[in-house]
């Protein structure tokens, strides 16, 4: 743990400055401020010209909404349901990996925040924290993003701590058989193994505040696959995450997906489809969720948009799965335009980093607080008294795009 008085200015000095954010924009540029450049681009980066990952908030824009005045909005209740699971807004916690390099609480911060929010939080297999230490903050629902890694005792051996640690769904990510180029990366140093510029050891010295804490912090790990690395000490992170890496299998298939989902015999969400095909396959072996998503843009990029490919998802799977849309949502409007063509809920990862990089467990606060006026606000402008009544009627592609 930081030191106590490191603790307590870095908090007085986040509660100012997150005082005066407005919207997930502000949280942004004060992550960048706060967090040295190889962490901030590693998390605000994607593939290639980044093209998908402009889209991905940029095609909000291309819908407008078609509001009904004079209704009675004195009550407006942003609650819905996942796979059976009440959260009282509808924004997910993406899963997310090493998000202590944003703050030395990483996933315990954010987890914690999640409970409070009422909502699910996702964590990932790359996480820095472990599935039970997660568990014993966060009470409230949980799932587990996972890979089908070549090591299929790793698999299992996974699962069977989710059971143990009573999270409620797996998540499956579908869509990295490999990373993408992410070149912001490269020109950081953010390499495995790294390799740091002399402006990126600069930026370290320039963000004194993230070092201090980084540097008293307990050790950097990826916690829940360290025990498997016998050769080095658990944490070596250049070692743990070679091993993560060389886990990925590129022989996997829709075979392989099924028998994940016999094994877990629970909720199940399946992430990264982006057609129709692959909607159809993943509720054919038993997925009860489709996560709409191109990872954020950083893997193919020229990928379609989640909010462009969601309407035709829905209509392929109809009633037969959940459809939660992942990808460039920043804004009360955007999760409202997803529900409208057809999501049940829209997930979020940068939003709440930004959030976690501005000012750790309260940044996390304040970037789900936001979200919810947000959405309460425009329901409520929209003339829409809960989510159910967030149809196809309220919104229309702009004429002209």
């Not at 402006?199 to 804490?213: K, N």
């Not at 050769?231 to 070596?236: A, L, P, Q």
């Not at 309260?362 to 159910?388: P, S, W, Y």
């Amino acid at each position: 743990m930081t030191s106590p008085t490191l603790q307590a200015f870095e908090k007085r000095l986040s509660d100012w400055y997150l005082q005066r954010c407005q919207n997930i924009a502000d949280l942004r540029r004060l992550a960048r401020w706060r967090v040295p450049a190889p962490m901030f681009h590693y998390l605000d980066g994607a593939a290639e010209d980044e093209i998908t990952y402009r889209r991905n908030s940029s095609d909000f824009d291309h819908l407008e909404f078609l509001p009904r005045n004079l209704v009675d909005i004195s009550q407006i209740d942003p609650a819905t349901t996942v796979m059976g699971q009440r959260i009282e807004m509808p924004v997910i916690f993406a899963p997310t990996g090493m998000s202590r390099m944003f703050h030395w609480e990483g996933e315990l911060a954010v987890a914690r925040a999640a409970a409070r929010a009422g909502t699910i939080y996702s964590l990932s297999t790359v996480g820095t924290h472990s599935i039970e230490e997660v568990a014993a903050v966060n009470a409230g629902p949980k799932w587990f993003q996972i890979y089908v890694f070549k090591d299929r005792g790793l698999v299992t051996e996974f699962i069977q701590r989710c059971k143990a640690a009573q999270y409620h769904a797996l998540c499956l990510t579908i869509d990295l058989p490999l990373t993408g180029k992410r070149e912001r990366d490269f020109r950081t140093g953010m390499t495995l193994p790294p390799s740091f510029t002399l402006r990126s050891w600069l930026d370290f010295f320039l963000h004194p505040v993230w070092s201090a804490t980084y540097v008293t912090a307990p050790p950097f790990s990826m916690a829940n696959v360290a025990h498997r690395v016998k050769t080095v000490s658990k944490d070596n992170v250049e070692t743990l995450m070679s091993y993560i890496g060389n886990q990925f299998d590129r022989t996997v298939t829709w075979e392989d997906a099924g028998a994940m989902v016999k094994e877990w015999g629970g909720p199940f969400a399946v992430k990264g489809i982006l057609n129709v095909d692959d909607a159809r396959r993943a509720v054919d072996i038993g997925a009860q969720c489709l996560i709409v998503s191109n990872h954020g843009g950083r893997q193919l990029d020229h990928s379609p948009t989640p909010i462009d490919v969601l309407p035709e998802i829905v209509a392929a799977v109809g009633d037969r799965a959940e459809v939660i849309l992942d990808g460039g949502v920043r804004r009360g409007t955007d999760v409202l335009k997803a529900l409208a063509l057809g999501a049940r809920a829209c997930m979020t990862g940068r939003a709440y980093l930004y959030g976690l990089g501005a000012g750790g467990e309260a940044g996390v606060d304040k970037a789900m607080q936001i979200l919810h006026d947000e959405i309460v606000r425009d329901m409520a402008l929209l003339g829409t008294r809960n989510v159910a009544e967030i149809t196809s009627q309220y919104v229309r592609r702009r004429r002209g795009v």
